[in-house]
């Protein structure tokens, strides 16, 4: 008999379908494969406004739940051996339709099931992973793989394109910048993925799946991302209660405080980051011990709440 493999995810371009389709491209005819989209009540706008973007920060990172739309009865009550499970952060979070999905009734589709993370991000995914971690845990499934992609432009190239990407709804290079999101070179070499997958599975060996996908390069981990993801956290932390206390998502009453948030965020980026970058380098030359053992840890499936 094939597996049964459920293919779960949220996408707001579709770039993280195409990374999807990629990965099971090898073995759709090995595996019976049904896919399920999670979806938000009210989607979000693509392209952003930018003021939208950043209200859409203090609910992401205090975890409020987004409603979604119920998924269907023929998924949950299907039987599946393994759940292949597509997501993006979103300031440094699990997206807040991956999030709503978490902690709604519907996660117990998880329930009993071995699970690989598929993430495709710009670069920062940590935090979120960690996140989505404690998700899977608390709705009874088991990690056992994590496949993250990310766009391997520099930094700022990649924040460039992006913004112009989310605003614009341009996602082919211009002039001075490439094409935005992960590189199309690498979402077809995710297609690598899916037989290692399938072998493990059939073979009853999931328990060291993660250790051959990061054979084959699942993870790439530069152990300043930690630093700066810590740091980062923090900071959207301090921000969203602050907004937050002046209304939930969407009230007029925290327009001023949102705006701030949105200039002090870009002034980071573009001005403190490289500051940032070089105080980072120091911490790291100094704590580099402990940082690969970090790296280590966020490389795999395990569980230690707290890491970050
Ligand atoms: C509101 C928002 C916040 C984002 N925050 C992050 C982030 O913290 N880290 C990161 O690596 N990428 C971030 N991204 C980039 C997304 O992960 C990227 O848009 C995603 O890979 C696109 O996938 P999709 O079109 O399949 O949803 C963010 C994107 C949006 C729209």
């Known amino acids: 008999m094939k597996p049964r493999i459920l293919v779960l995810y949220y996408t707001q371009t579709g770039q993280l379908r195409d990374i999807l389709d990629n990965v099971i491209s090898d073995i759709k005819d090995k595996a019976e494969i049904d896919f399920a989209a999670i979806e938000p009540v009210k989607a979000f706008p693509f392209p952003w406004t930018t003021y939208e973007f950043f209200d859409a920060m203090p609910e992401g990172v205090e975890r409020i739940p987004l409603e979604i739309k119920p998924l269907p009865d023929a998924i949950m009550n299907a039987h599946y051996d393994l759940v292949l499970f597509g997501y993006q ?38 935090h979120a992973q960690e996140k989505v971690k404690e998700g899977i845990e608390n709705a009874g499934g088991k990690l056992v793989g994590n496949i993250a992609l990310v766009d391997n432009n520099t930094n700022l190239v990649s924040l460039l394109s992006f913004i112009r990407f989310a605003f614009k709804g341009q996602k082919e290079k211009s002039r001075f910048l490439p094409a935005a999101g992960v590189q199309d070179k690498d979402i077809k070499a995710s297609k690598r993925f899916g037989p290692p997958i399938y072998e493990h599975l059939v073979n009853g060996t999931l328990d060291s799946l993660q250790d051959e996908l990061l054979g084959i390069g699942s993870v790439a981990l530069n152990p300043g991302l ?83």
């Open 89 to 126: 952060p979103w300031f440094l979070n699990p997206s807040q339709p991956i999030n709503g999905f978490l902690l709604s009734k519907w996660a117990s589709v998880l329930k009993g099931k071995p699970v690989v993370t598929v993430i495709g991000s710009r670069n920062m995914w940590l």
């Open 226 to 308: 930690v630093l700066l993801e810590q740091r980062g956290i923090k900071n959207f932390r301090f921000w969203a209660n602050y907004i937050r206390q002046k209304g939930g998502a969407g009230d007029p009453n925290r327009k001023g405080r949102v705006k701030q948030f949105q200039r002090l965020l870009l002034t980071a980026i573009f001005v403190l980051s490289p500051l940032s970058s070089l105080t980072a380098f120091i911490k790291l030359q100094l704590n580099k011990r402990t940082l690969l053992k970090d790296v280590a840890y966020f490389k795999n499936t395990a569980y230690e709440a707290g890491r970050i």
